[in-house]
């Protein structure tokens, strides 16, 4: 039964994959997402000030490929760093509990990133628009497991999922935690009652070396098909679970372990410490999960990410350059923004990132190359 299940699944998600397809051209899938986002944002504070109404009577009558709207866009909404979007916008939800700041409705979650000189920790909105386009990238590549030779019975395992806290801090209006332990806090009841491991009472362990434990204790009482976390410690669990049970590789204890997906970091450090705890190769398939967002994911084997372009998220770029970056990597004057149809292989490229959470033209902390404009 278990492998029928498997099997349908499988083709379910194959069937799912081949119509949500990008067959629509990379630009016309931001251009309609940014329209998406103006349209949900229009009412806000931030909405009104900017004149998103102007904004969005341009790309409704622009034509197919008329980039003018892009214009209209950036001579209205300007370049935003952490410092100055919070300052001006996102102080006023966190610090004074206004809604309809710069997204629609309330800021119930606020994520904490490492800043910089300037800023000592961030404090980044996670509204449920993002928390819900993050859930449904997260299942996008679920899907793309299809690409990767994966057999059908993997899709009916558990899917040990190792993050940050489930307990966040209640501070004022709102909770603050790690963003993974936001996300996980409001997986759909469907989800976590048919494949979500550890479970949510050891999730909400905000010891790490006691929640090791505790998933290690009921580690023979799983099937882990999926693993996703970083690295370091996915790889300090497994050691401890073949140490635990005195076993020769993970294998041993989960059998169906087929694939691990990792982000944060570069997999080549850990590849040899994996080997010593494996007992056959793994589909490592990279993700690329911000504080701000889920940008891209790993969509077939050997093959780079992927933008996310159609799901919460308009991009934007500044080549990364001395004429348009300082030495520090502060931002120069204006610089000319590109969109997704702009930019050129191999070279870097700053990121600007409106998404479903309040951030508008928002340079984030990375900078990314595009090695192939056809995937």
Request: aromatic share 14%.
């Amino acid at each position: 039964m278990t492998a029928i299940l498997g099997n349908l699944l499988k083709q379910g998600f194959k069937l799912r994959q081949s119509i949500e397809q990008e067959n629509v051209s990379p630009f016309l899938l931001q251009k309609k997402q940014l329209l998406r986002l103006l349209f949900r944002a229009k009412a806000t504070e931030f909405g009104k000030f900017y004149q998103f109404d102007k904004i969005i009577e341009a790309i409704r009558k622009a034509k197919k490929r008329d980039k003018s709207f892009y214009h209209t866009y950036t001579q209205q909404v300007p370049i935003f760093d952490y410092d100055t979007i919070y300052q001006h916008w996102w102080s006023r939800a966190r610090e004074n509990g206004e809604r309809n700041v710069a997204w629609r409705g309330g800021v119930k979650y606020y994520t904490l990133s490492s800043g910089t000189s300037g800023s000592p920790s961030k404090h980044i909105p996670v509204t449920r628009d993002m928390i819900r386009a993050i859930h449904r990238t997260g299942i996008r590549q679920l899907l793309a497991l299809s690409n990767f030779n994966i057999p059908g019975k993997i899709y009916s395992k558990g899917i040990l999922m190792l993050g940050g806290s489930t307990q966040l801090n209640k501070v004022d209006s709102f909770f603050e935690g790690d963003l993974s332990g936001i996300t996980t806090s409001q997986i759909p009841f469907w989800f976590q009652h048919l494949f979500y491991k550890p479970g949510r009472r050891i999730a909400r362990n905000t010891n790490w070396d006691a929640k090791l434990q505790e998933i290690t204790e009921q580690a023979s009482k799983w099937d882990i098909g999926y693993i996703a976390g970083v690295p370091a410690w996915i790889q300090m669990l497994m050691e401890r679970i073949v140490q635990h049970y005195k076993l020769n590789n993970i294998h041993d204890i989960w059998p169906n372990l087929t694939a691990y997906a990792y982000g944060g970091v570069s997999i080549e450090p850990y590849r040899k410490g994996f080997e010593k705890v494996l007992g056959r190769p793994l589909h490592f398939i990279e993700t690329y999960l911000a504080s701000e967002g889920f940008i891209a994911y790993q969509m077939y084997p050997g093959q780079n990410l992927r933008l996310v372009l159609n799901n919460g998220i308009f991009h934007e770029f500044i080549p990364f350059n001395t004429e348009n970056f300082g030495p520090d990597g502060e931002l120069i004057g204006n610089p000319k923004t590109l969109m997704i149809d702009e930019i050129e292989e191999g070279k870097n490229y700053a990121l600007l990132i409106s998404t479903c959470a309040g951030a508008w033209s928002y340079l984030i902390d990375d900078t990314i190359m595009f090695t192939n404009k056809s995937d």
